[in-house]
Antibody, heavy 122, light 106 residues
Framework: QVQLVESGGGVVQPGGSLRLSCGASGFTLSSYDMHWVRQTPDKGLEWVAFNRYDGSDKKYADSVKGRFTISRDNSKDTVYLQMNSLRAEDTAVYYC???????????????WGQGTMVTVSS | DIQMTQSPSSLSASVRDRVTIACRASQNINNYLNWYQQKPGKAPKLLIYAASSLQSGVPSRFSGSGSGTDFTLTISTLQPEDFATYYCQQTYNTYSFGQGTKLEIK
């Protein structure tokens, strides 16, 4: 079954750290670029980070740059999001998503996990 | 950064209605535009990519059009399972989403 499963969410104090994991099954993770996306009721869907299929390129939203790190271990079929210096505004449901290059090489997020909740609160 | 603006923010319609949702980009994004459907408590689901290409497995009542800065998602004949929130997304320059359009039953 082709799927992504996130884990690692929870409650953390401001300034704390958390590492999210995204396990892939049913497809070859090493063939795909991957993303993390978060969602809040107020701000909606916000792209967070991108990781090239081989880990050679990474991109971040300005809101998390310098605090979050995306990585992957293709031998374990897992993508990670290390979140440091967490703030209240990082509270969200975090999704991992697979990147697909469709017609004309246009990217789309064609497979999503079920999401994991991160709450930053004292 | 490219801003994506959807209209309307919410919409009431009946089963079998034809519905159109608009999405406008703050600058030219060619056809680097995708549409997603999200139901409560679930992850977004890709419906349309590259502005007008139907994702595999998505019913043909969904269609997309547009290029440049203005795009539309059309549902030709609403079905009960289509009541959800819809998001547009640009992938021309990094990635950003519209604020969503909530489609409710009238």
């Amino acid at each position: 079954q082709v799927q992504l499963v996130e884990s690692g969410g929870g409650v953390v104090q401001p300034g704390g750290s958390l590492r999210l994991s995204c396990g892939a099954s049913g497809f070859t993770l090493s063939s795909y670029d991957m993303h993390w996306v978060r969602q809040t009721p107020d701000k909606g869907l916000e792209w967070v980070a991108f990781n090239r299929y081989d880990g050679s390129d990474k991109k971040y939203a300005d809101s998390v740059k310098g605090r979050f790190t995306i990585s992957r271990d293709n031998s374990k079929d897992t993508v990670y999001l290390q979140m440091n210096s967490l703030r209240a505004e990082d509270t969200a449901v975090y999704y991992c998503a697979r990147n697909e290059y469709g017609d004309y090489g246009i990217e789309a997020f064609d497979l999503w996990g079920q999401g994991t909740m991160v709450t930053v609160s004292s | 950064d490219i801003q994506m603006t959807q209209s309307p923010s919410s919409l009431s319609a009946s089963v079998r209605d034809r519905v159109t949702i608009a999405c406008r980009a703050s600058q030219n994004i060619n056809n680097y535009l995708n549409w997603y459907q999200q139901k409560p408590g679930k992850a977004p689901k890709l419906l349309i990519y590259a502005a007008s290409s139907l994702q595999s497995g998505v019913p043909s009542r969904f269609s997309g059009s547009g290029s440049g800065t203005d795009f539309t998602l059309t549902i030709s004949t609403l079905q009960p399972e289509d009541f959800a929130t819809y998001y547009c997304q640009q992938t021309y320059n990094t990635y950003s989403f519209g604020q969503g359009t909530k489609l409710e039953i009238k």
